[in-house]
């Protein structure tokens, strides 16, 4: 096939591929698109990026086999590599929204893990697998990467991380079935096919292998941890590579097509069950290890779900069911070889009698050692107690278990089945209570407890619980612990609650003591708020959130001066009409330190960005829940959309709010229009009784064809205020003339001296020489040089009468300037009342002040400033006399 057809079929193919990379970019930034959507792309974009590489390939081909026109496949090559790049940015984007979409079961909730310090004997049961560090060489680069042996691998293989770092070049590629374990096989893959050139860290031996691209190798591999392994290792004079503190994943992966090559036969045991075994490139080592040993630091994972967590899975089903463990703490036993070590003194009448605990002793442990000991029971269940155990897992909070279920049906099996479970290890699951009658449930009717909520079995609702009095002093103590009896975990009642916060901050910018009686105002307006609690007991939110293929997450922020808040709610569309449920809400005080209006919003939309993450991971369901997010201020909105230099404060922000709720997530609504603009300002617990707020705003049950329109336009000036703000200095180096006087003297008198010399011998050049001065100088002859030079140098600083901004200044007989100062009219001396002006930054007036201090014992700043300002005004003196004395090395050495 002639050459340039197949550049003309290659333009074509270009072009269709910028066009569908074009696409699937806007497509990301403007849509939420789902899993099969995310799929479907992707395959669109592969077979279009592989009509092209197809067809590069023949190209190239062709290139080469010619010899005339062998020289052009270099520039034909690097401009190839553009349109690789664009394929894998986009590759990387459309993975990029596929984890922002993706959904997990309802019941698969994960348990976030924190590093927690503990000093305990634990057992570590690790398997170690063959994985050392080696470096891979490309054009002169050298990339240091984690890689694995595995001799059950037919191929080798590196990750696409470490072809764009290195920028390596395809030289073909392959199709492969996979076979998985159990003989199962995957459907056919592309890999493109690399040669690479690995190095040991000595530089002393070399390989080239043959690898194929992979997006990711495999998960978590661990390293050799054990300090007595190490300590051996360490004895035999063994260095392992890959023990670095910093975690690398696995980028390179050498099958049994490389291993023969590389390794040396040579292998050693150690004491502690591990092999080690030696590699052209380093030692690895193989085997399980079972090693007990003290941990000073270990990872922890704290076991039971917060409280909103459980509350959130709670409201997602049609039946509720509550329960808890009986005696639960005084379940857990402890085994008999270490009961000697909880003895115990009883005094009794006759006798001391020593006693052993048999059971665990409630301390700071406890809250860590029953769901430990509840975890470990469901872990080890039979499998066909799996969908109840999955169910319970994310259900307990300490001793109480809060869960939910479709139908009475499961209702039945699942109390039955839980109660069995838990008996296993001695936990009986008592009170079961539900908002639908059953035969196991206890009670199914009434107000009962819930994980300090109020839930109304009759009406399955749920309203906050009060239990305190209104008596006593209103001080900051007593507001404060009156607004804090109010348990608000859903933040139902966060508007009403903010105004006690905000009078609590006005009593705390008083100083007060936390007894003194608050300010008659704040005691009254706190007053009328506390009597005013009573309507809050009739405040209640309906249980059950109900959320199917229709339903859509709304989130709302707003903020003004004192105060911002964020509130979140869940629309349903159902056979009977559009549902809306508040799922949680949030409001806070605004810092002591004045922020500005749009910082506060932008305040809010980050804590309502957090609220998204907080309860999105419980709320989803099994099929895709959009998300948009609305706030009413423009400013807040531009900053989310506009990539810009924003200042620390704003720039900070955004990064977290982007990183939660992305910026295509946030639309403009206006202020009148937004159901949060009621947390911000907050209520009274009366009106808020009354506005039925929580049900979410009325424009919501309408087509989204009227609601607000999303329109953005904002001030300059405030967008403006927040930029990075970028100080401009210009640098002019200037090389200071040095006055004709002061180039062979750096002393006042001596330039006195020579100025006067000077003038005696002008002087004497007029006169015959018996009428010349001879002999010493005179007192007059210094003086009169001294003035001449003052003369000079006020020629110099001072030409015109503009050079004296602000000082009032006269010249005297002499032709010498001087300022009238305002003690005219004071009989003292004339020096003294009309000082000689100098400029500060003159060499004159520099040695002057040198020659004053030294005169005066080295006088400091304010004592030498007064004694020259008797018969010398030095512009700007006090700096200059300051910056003098600060570089006088005798005053900076003794004093």
Not at 271 to 276: G, K, L, Y
Not at 324 to 329: G, L, M, S
Not at 813 to 826: G, S
Request: hydrophobic letters at 40%; a positive charge; aromatic letters at 10%.
């Amino acid at each position: 096939m002639d050459i340039d057809i197949l550049k003309a079929k290659r333009k074509s193919l270009r072009a269709a591929f910028t066009v569908c990379c074009s696409d699937i970019s806007n497509r990301i930034e403007t849509e939420t698109l789902g899993n099969n959507e995310v799929n479907a792309l992707y395959k669109q974009l592969q077979d279009k990026f592989s009509r092209l590489e197809t067809t590069q390939e023949e190209i190239s081909d062709f290139l080469l086999r010619s010899e005339e026109l062998k020289n052009t496949y270099q520039e034909d090559f690097s401009k190839t590599e553009e349109y690789r790049d664009k394929f894998f940015q986009i590759c990387s984007l459309l993975e990029a929204s596929q984890e922002k979409t993706v959904l997990v079961p309802e019941e698969n909730i994960s348990v976030e893990k924190r590093n927690v310090l503990s000093n305990q004997s634990v057992i570590n049961e690790t398997v170690y697998l063959q994985t050392l560090v080696l470096k891979i060489e490309h054009n002169g680069k050298e990339l240091r990467v984690r890689t694995i042996l595995d001799s059950g691998s037919q191929k080798s293989y590196i990750s696409e991380r470490v072809i764009k770092l290195l920028k390596l070049r395809p030289k073909s590629k392959q199709t492969i079935v996979h076979g998985l374990f159990g003989g199962r096989e995957t459907s056919p893959h592309s890999h493109l096919v690399f040669d690479v050139y690995l190095k040991n860290f000595e530089d002393t031996y070399a390989h080239s292998v043959e690898v194929l691209s992979q997006k990711k190798i495999c998960g978590f591999v661990p390293k050799i941890v054990d300090l007595y392994t190490l300590q051996e290792l360490k004895e035999k004079n063994i260095t392992l590579s890959d023990l670095e503190a910093k975690e690398h994943g696995i980028e390179l992966f050498l099958g049994a097509d490389v291993i023969g090559n590389i390794l040396t036969g040579n292998s050693l045991k150690l004491s502690s069950r591990i092999t080690v075994v030696q590699t052209k490139f380093g030692y690895t080592v193989i085997e399980k290890t079972n090693t007990i040993y003290n941990s000073l630091y270990n990872n922890v994972v704290p076991l039971h779900c917060a409280n909103f967590t459980v509350t959130d899975l709670f409201r997602l089903y049609l039946i509720g069911l509550s329960s808890d463990i009986e005696k639960a703490f005084l379940q857990l036993s402890i085994i008999i070889e270490h009961r000697d070590y909880l003895r115990f003194f009883l005094p009794t009448v006759k006798e001391t009698k020593i006693y052993r605990h048999c059971r665990v002793v409630f301390g700071i442990c406890s809250p860590f050692q029953l769901p430990a000991c509840i975890d470990l029971l469901l872990e080890n269940s039979p499998a066909r107690f799996d969908n109840v155990t999955q169910k319970l897992k994310p259900s307990f909070y300490v001793e109480n278990c809060v869960t939910r279920v479709s139908d009475i049906q499961e209702q039945e099996n699942f109390i039955v089945k839980a109660i069995e479970v838990m008996a296993k290890g001695c936990f009986n699951l008592r009170g079961w209570k539900s908002n639908v009658p059953g035969r196991y449930s206890s009670r199914s009717s009434g107000v009962t407890s819930l994980l300090g909520l109020l839930w109304d079995l009759d009406k399955d609702t749920l309203k906050c619980n009060f239990n305190y009095s209104g008596e006593g002093d209103i001080s900051k103590r007593n507001v404060l612990a009156m607004v804090h009896k109010i348990f608000d975990p859903l933040g139902i009642l966060s508007p009403t609650t903010l105004l006690p916060k905000i009078l609590l901050q006005e009593a705390w910018k008083l100083k007060l003591k936390w007894d003194d009686p608050l300010s008659e105002n704040i005691q009254e307006t706190f007053r009328k708020w506390r009597d005013e609690t009573q309507y809050l007991e009739k405040i209640d939110i309906p249980r059950y959130v109900e959320i199917n293929e229709n339903s859509e997450l709304r989130l709302f922020v707003d903020a003004c001066k004192s105060s911002y808040g964020a509130c979140f709610y869940v629309r349903t569309i159902t056979p009977l009409g559009v549902k809306i449920r508040l799922i949680r809400a949030r409001s806070r005080v605004a810092p002591l330190k004045t922020l500005t209006i749009p910082r506060l919003e932008l305040m809010a939309c980050c804590i309502g960005a957090r609220l998204v993450h907080a309860v999105f991971a419980t709320l989803i369901y099994r099929i895709y829940i959009k998300i948009v997010a609305w706030s009413d201020s423009m400013v807040a909105l531009w900053w989310l959309k506009n990539h810009g230099d924003w200042s620390v404060f704003v720039a900070n922000r955004v990064k977290e709010i982007n990183s939660l709720v992305p910026s295509q997530f946030w639309r403009h609504v206006p202020g009148e229009l937004n159901p949060a603009d009621l947390l911000s300002r907050g209520s009274s617990p009366r009106l808020f009784s009354d506005s039925l707020g929580w049900e979410g705003p009325s424009w919501l049950n309408a087509p989204p064809g009227n609601w607000p329109i999303d329109h953005l336009a904002c001030e300059t000036s405030e967008v403006e205020r927040e930029k990075r703000k970028v100080r401009l200095c210009n640098l002019v180096a200037v090389e200071g003339e040095i006055p004709w006087y002061a180039i062979k003297f750096s002393n006042f008198q001596s330039i006195i001296r020579f100025v006067s010399w000077m003038l005696r011998f002008v002087k004497s050049t007029k006169k015959k020489r018996e009428f010349r001065e001879i002999g010493d100088l005179t007192v007059h002859e210094i003086e009169h040089a001294e003035k001449t030079l003052i003369k000079i140098v006020q020629a110099k600083f001072f030409p015109t009468e503009d050079s004296f901004p602000n000082i009032n200044v006269i010249t005297d007989e002499e032709d010498i300037k001087r300022v009238k100062t305002r003690i005219t009219e004071r009989s003292d001396n004339p020096e003294f009342i009309y000082p000689i002006i100098l400029p500060g930054e003159c060499l004159f007036t520099q040695r002057l002040i040198e020659y004053y201090h030294r005169q005066n014992c080295h006088a400091g700043t304010q004592i030498l400033l007064g004694i020259l300002r008797e018969r010398i005004w030095i512009v700007r003196g006090r700096r200059v006399v300051r910056k003098i004395v600060r570089n006088c090395i005798r005053c900076q050495r003794y004093v």
